[in-house]
């Protein structure tokens, strides 16, 4: 690690594992809560689909200011919004479970607070990518960007194993308490963390890039986030009907499978590609076969602790590609311009994240191998195509262009 990058990860980090505890919490819970209170799957494959609409069109947007106002000032208002409509979120759901509201209303509640957080959140991801790009020189950059998906990945064990000790409390007990941490990380991220150093984007000629250079890329972070969108959204119903369990213990062992994902992923990024630092296409290369694999052994899984691997083996995939996406994007960008890729990547992904819960949680009413069909036919595009660019010449990080022309 580039000594310069310390001090401020020592900031940056707590505040992205609130902010991915509360994800992988929600996703480890939702389903399970949501049919106790009267919900199908597919309804809450809505819910998350609606918050990734809002987050296609709002994550350029805040990327975009991040470029001309600065990254603590979008991190800190998103972490802020986080925790508040988290909070709000938690109660809509109590209120579900207790019968005060019925369930119609609940499920509006929920919609509209998931794409309230998506509309202020948003920003919370591109600003950090964009922090450490701006930190880090290009030949770091796999490196750099890959400890923010370590954070993520972090967060992605604290929040399963937050869900599995604290649901004693009471099975939203975890979502309470979370996103309370999110709320004190924004205060602690308002106080000590630095603004790097960094040109502002003046939207004017020569200052913006085509995105016809970043699009293959962009459609690879669709396929994979797809891939993942279908998981997280039909593991917790999956986990369920193959232990034949309550909700209570299905949210639990759901959140043990998350951890086994996220404990892969963390070891790939903040270990595996911080000692090696290979080139973005080397990590694109390797991650979807490896993907692939994991959830292969899913579908054919005969016990639970079958799962519990593929969930290791896809993480481990997922560890791998997802900043190879994000260090290829931002080494084919200008300096300036670091804020607006890093969230026409989060749009992509959000895009996925759209497609993923209504097809995954809707073929999965029907039969759940429909599920990993569609699962492993977009792991082997995302492959296709990272293959393609793997032997193409890297663009310039700049290119002028006029309004008209991708930008």
Same mark, same amino acid.
């Given at each position: 690690?580039?000594?310069?990058?310390?001090?401020?990860?020592?900031?940056?980090?707590?505040?992205?594992?609130?902010?991915?505890?509360?994800?992988?919490?929600?996703?480890?819970?939702?389903?399970?809560?949501?049919?106790?209170? +009267?919900?199908?799957?597919?309804?809450?494959?809505?819910?998350?689909?609606?918050?990734?609409?809002?987050?296609?069109?709002?994550?350029?947007?805040?990327?975009? !200011?991040?470029?001309?106002?600065?990254?603590?000032?979008?991190?800190?208002?998103?972490? $802020?919004?986080?925790?508040?409509?988290?909070?709000?979120?938690?109660?809509?759901?109590?209120?579900?479970?207790? +019968?005060?509201?019925?369930?119609?209303?609940?499920?509006?509640?929920?919609?509209?607070?998931?794409?309230?957080?998506?509309?202020?959140?948003? +920003?919370?991801?591109?600003?950090?990518?964009?922090?450490?790009?701006?930190?880090?020189?290009?030949?770091?950059?796999?490196?750099?960007?890959?400890?923010?998906?370590?954070?993520?990945?972090?967060?992605?064990?604290?929040?399963?194993?937050?869900?599995?000790?604290?649901?004693?409390?009471?099975?939203?007990?975890?979502?309470?308490?979370?996103?309370?941490?999110?709320?004190?990380?924004?205060?602690?991220?308002?106080?000590?963390?630095?603004?790097?150093?960094?040109?502002?984007?003046?939207?004017?000629? +020569?200052?913006?890039?085509?995105?016809?250079?970043?699009?293959?890329?962009?459609?690879?972070?669709?396929?994979?986030?797809?891939?993942?969108?279908?998981?997280?959204? $039909?593991t917790a119903f999956y986990v369920?009907?193959?232990?034949?369990?309550?909700?209570?213990?299905?949210?639990?062992?759901?959140?043990?499978?998350?951890?086994?994902?996220?404990?892969?992923?963390?070891?790939?990024?903040?270990?595996?590609?911080?000692?090696?630092?290979?080139?973005?296409?080397?990590?694109?290369?390797?991650?979807?076969?490896?993907?692939?694999?994991?959830?292969?052994?899913?579908?054919?899984?005969?016990?639970?602790?079958? !799962?519990?691997?593929?969930?290791?083996?896809?993480?481990?995939?997922?560890?791998?590609?997802?900043?190879?996406?994000?260090?290829?994007?931002?080494?084919?960008?200008?300096?300036?311009?670091?804020?607006?890729?890093?969230?026409?990547?989060?749009?992509?992904?959000?895009?996925?994240?759209?497609?993923?819960?209504?097809?995954?949680?809707?073929?999965?009413?029907?039969?759940?191998?429909?599920?990993?069909?569609?699962?492993?036919?977009?792991?082997?595009?995302?492959?296709?195509?990272?293959?393609?660019?793997?032997?193409?010449?890297?663009p310039p990080a700049a290119v002028?262009?006029?309004?008209?022309?991708?930008?």
């Amino acid at each position: 690690m580039e000594p310069k990058l310390k001090k401020p990860l020592a900031v940056l980090m707590p505040a992205l594992i609130a902010f991915s505890m509360g994800q992988t919490v929600l996703f480890a819970l939702a389903g399970p809560v949501a049919r106790d209170i +009267g919900l199908s799957e597919f309804q809450v494959g809505m819910v998350v689909a609606s918050a990734a609409l809002v987050f296609v069109v709002a994550s350029p947007i805040w990327g975009r !200011i991040s470029d001309r106002i600065g990254r603590k000032k979008v991190i800190v208002f998103g972490l $802020t919004s986080y925790g508040i409509v988290s909070i709000l979120f938690a109660l809509a759901l109590r209120s579900g479970l207790d +019968g005060i509201t019925t369930t119609t209303v609940t499920f509006i509640l929920m919609l509209v607070l998931r794409m309230t957080y998506a509309a202020l959140g948003a +920003g919370i991801q591109p600003a950090s990518t964009a922090f450490m790009a701006d930190m880090s020189s290009e030949k770091d950059r796999s490196a750099a960007v890959a400890l923010i998906g370590a954070s993520f990945g972090i967060g992605t064990i604290l929040g399963p194993a937050a869900a599995a000790g604290l649901i004693g409390f009471g099975i939203l007990a975890p979502l309470y308490i979370i996103a309370v941490y999110g709320l004190i990380m924004a205060g602690v991220s308002a106080l000590l963390l630095e603004e790097p150093g960094h040109k502002a984007s003046q939207e004017g000629p +020569g200052q913006s890039f085509a995105i016809r250079t970043i699009f293959p890329l962009l459609t690879v972070s669709f396929c994979l986030f797809t891939v993942f969108a279908v998981i997280q959204q $039909t593991t917790a119903f999956y986990v369920q009907d193959f232990l034949g369990s309550d909700a209570m213990t299905a949210a639990r062992m759901t959140g043990f499978c998350f951890m086994s994902l996220a404990i892969a992923a963390l070891a790939v990024q903040g270990g595996l590609i911080q000692i090696l630092k290979p080139r973005p296409e080397v990590l694109l290369l390797t991650g979807f076969p490896l993907f692939l694999a994991g959830l292969t052994v899913y579908g054919l899984a005969g016990a639970f602790w079958h !799962i519990l691997v593929a969930m290791g083996v896809m993480g481990a995939g997922f560890g791998l590609i997802s900043p190879g996406i994000t260090a290829a994007v931002s080494l084919r960008v200008g300096e300036q311009n670091q804020g607006r890729a890093a969230g026409l990547v989060q749009s992509a992904a959000s895009v996925g994240f759209i497609v993923g819960p209504l097809l995954g949680t809707g073929l999965y009413q029907i039969t759940p191998a429909y599920t990993l069909l569609l699962a492993a036919a977009m792991l082997v595009l995302g492959f296709a195509i990272s293959a393609f660019v793997a032997f193409q010449a890297r663009p310039p990080a700049a290119v002028a262009v006029g309004r008209g022309n991708g930008s």
